[in-house]
């Protein structure tokens, strides 16, 4: 399993042409996204009240991503994370499920990242703005406490 995830985090930290070296137009992900919470495959007791990701251009070619939830109990919970998407590790801040992300951007409107806490690999999940950039979906790889892996996709409206 261990092994599998440094593939993946190696293969996502290749040194291929970023597509945010030279944009013509500002990404579809640059903006707000609110998670549909009415989607998710959680049961509806242990679902987030909210999810909320921001991404912004944090300048210099860099990005930052911020994430926040508010838990079930009400409790809001939140990371932030400032990168080049090219790939290569970048600390995270905060409280939620990753202390370190590597993202990558292979084409417009299109997100990778490989997320790690503690220095165990994480999940790997893929970014994607739909045609009409009004909404997205996030498919997430991960492996359950028995080491088989699985895969869900989550479910984004565009807030801003």
């Known amino acids: 399993m261990k092994a599998l995830y440094a593939v993946l985090l190696a293969a996502a930290a290749t040194n291929a042409p970023s597509a945010f070296a030279a944009p013509s137009h500002p990404s579809p992900l640059l903006g707000v996204w609110s998670v549909d919470v009415a989607k998710l495959t959680t049961p509806p007791a242990e679902r987030p009240k909210s999810v909320t990701i921001t991404y912004s251009d944090a300048?210099?070619?860099?990005?930052?991503?911020?994430?926040?939830?508010?838990?079930?109990?009400?409790?809001?919970?939140?990371?932030?994370?400032?990168?080049?998407?090219?790939?290569?590790?970048?600390?995270v801040e905060g409280n939620l499920e990753a202390d370190m992300v590597a993202t990558r951007l292979p084409e417009p409107g299109v997100m990778v990242t490989a997320l790690a806490r503690g220095g165990q690999p994480g999940s790997m999940r893929t970014y994607t703005v739909a045609a009409d950039g009004q909404t997205m979906s996030e498919t997430v790889v991960f492996f359950t406490a028995e080491g088989v892996p699985a895969m869900r996709t989550n479910y984004f409206n565009r807030v801003r």
């Open 59 to 91: 300048g210099a070619g860099q990005w930052r991503t911020h994430v926040e939830v508010v838990l079930p109990d009400g409790k809001a919970v939140q990371a932030t994370s400032t990168y080049t998407p090219d790939g290569r590790a970048t600390p």
